[in-house]
T-cell receptor
Framework: KNEVEQSPQNLTAQEGEFITINCSYS?????LHWLQQHPGGGIVSLFM???GKKKHGRLIATINIQEKHSSLHITASHPRDSAVYIC?????????FGTGTRLQVFP | DVKVTQSSRYLVKRTGEKVFLECVQD?????MFWYRQDPGLGLRLIYF???????EKGDIPEGYSVSREKKERFSLILESASTNQTSMYLC??????????FGQGTRLTVV
């Protein structure tokens, strides 16, 4: 069993839909990251969380430390949100990545 | 405002060449990591270092070596590149107690 599990693996949506991507982990962590990777592109850090909730534009990330779970939400999704979203946790001392969620948003 | 810099975004090398992938961080982080990303397998740890001149094997170290002569620089070395090392390589750094930063990744193609 992977130490970091993401769901779903693939997600398609119509423009404007509200999207949720989930990340569950089984190890003790000091922080959790959400990363974005566009097709053929580099990896961009979206959020780093150790508790609570963060918001940036249409993106919201939450974490529940007790339940070892985080969610990434995208409101009013747009085709330019199409990318792979990756959850990564900071264990001791390693970073552990989920396998990613591939999101496609259609106009 | 770039904190973790990988020397190249795209790289094409020939089979058998010695390849150096460089990663530099400006945050005085103790820990540095090299991962590779492959379709269906996600990001897998190749090597990490928790201090200068210290290194630890990750999950897939075969065919790679690393060097950390200075705290800010962590180099991944492919002694004799092979086509199965064509991949996306990601460097990251963190403090002992968290707060990681990521490079943008290097897409290496071995022909």
């Amino acid at each position: 069993k992977n130490e970091v599990e993401q769901s779903p693996q693939n997600l398609t949506a119509q423009e404007g839909e509200f999207i949720t991507i989930n990340c569950s982990y089984s190890v003790g962590i000091s922080a959790l990251h959400w990363l974005q990777q566009h097709p053929g592109g580099g990896i961009v850090s979206l959020f780093m969380l150790s508790s609570g909730k963060k918001k940036h534009g249409r993106l919201i990330a939450t974490i529940n430390i007790q339940e070892k779970h985080s969610s990434l939400h995208i409101t009013a999704s747009h085709p330019r949100d199409s990318a792979v979203y990756i959850c990564a946790v900071e264990g001791v001392p390693k970073l552990i990545f989920g396998t990613g969620t591939r999101l496609q948003v259609f106009p | 405002d770039v904190k973790v810099t990988q020397s190249s975004r795209y790289l094409v090398k020939r089979t058998g060449e010695k390849v150096f992938l460089e990663c530099v961080q400006d945050m005085d982080h103790e820990n540095m990591f090299w991962y590779r990303q492959d379709p269906g397998l996600g990001l897998r740890l190749i090597y990490f270092s928790y201090d200068v001149k210290m290194k630890e094997k990750g999950d897939i170290p075969e065919g790679y070596s690393v060097s950390r002569e200075k705290k800010e620089r962590f180099s991944l070395i492919l002694e004799s590149a092979s086509t199965n090392q064509t991949s996306m390589y990601l460097c990251a750094s963190s403090r002992q107690v968290g707060e990681a930063f990521f490079g943008q990744g290097t897409r290496l193609t071995v022909v």
